[in-house]
Every structure is written in C-alpha cells, then in structure tokens.
C-alpha cells in the first residue's frame, strides 16, 4: 500500500492540534489530537512511499511503528485514505496514459470520496473508461 491523503478532501486546521478533512457535513471528518510531528508525517501520505518508508521517515520525526499503524489505520477507517497504487489491472493500464489522467484527475478525486475504499476512484474511472455504448436505428 501506498498511502494517500484523498485530494478532494481540502485540509484545514481547527485550533492548534485538530485536523478537518473536507468541509461538507456530510464528508468532514475531524482528526486530533495532533502534534507536529504527526502533522508532519501528514504531508508524507502523497503516495510516493510504500509504508515500510513511511515508518523509516516517521522514526525520523520521533513517531513510533505503532504510532504510524494506528493513525494510518485510523485515516483509512475514517475513509481519508487512498492507495495510489491500487485498483486492479485497468487502473494500472489508466494510470499510465499520463495525458488521460492528468484530464481525469479530478473526477477520480472525486469519486474517491463518493466511494471511500482505497483505490475505488481509480478502479471506478477505469470501469467508465472499458464501457462501450453501441447505438443501433436511426
């Protein structure tokens, strides 16, 4: 797993050691206590690093193994967490045309919140993209 803070939901802090992610009722989710170093290792969840990295860098800010476990775990229960490297065999075949992402990018964030399971963006985008409308009459 590569570990993701889902895009489409914006981060704001409320106060000085509670996180919000998103801002409609019906996505936020507020997560706290958090310190600075947990903040820090926050910013690590872009998924470019695998989670054997993720603690490396984490021993780095003082957070322990377990420390790095239960929050992940917590964000991924919370359905803040994306895998960006999950999704199956189309995703992977969508996330390598870099010009169709790019232009996707947006719906997929998007539909990451609609359906909150690591990689179900990707998988749902890839699923659209495989579909095939044949018309027939006139």
Known sequence: MH??????????WRGRNTVQFGVTPAHAVTLGPVDIATGSFLELLDGTRGLPLLREEARALDLSDRHVNVLVRRLAEAGLLDDARAAGPQAEVLRHRAEVMERQRPDVASLSVVHPGPGE???????????????RGA
């Open 3 to 12: 570990p993701m803070l889902k895009p489409a939901l914006r981060r704001a």
């Open 121 to 135: 963006g990707l998988h749902r985008m890839a699923a659209r993209q495989a579909m095939r409308v044949q018309v």
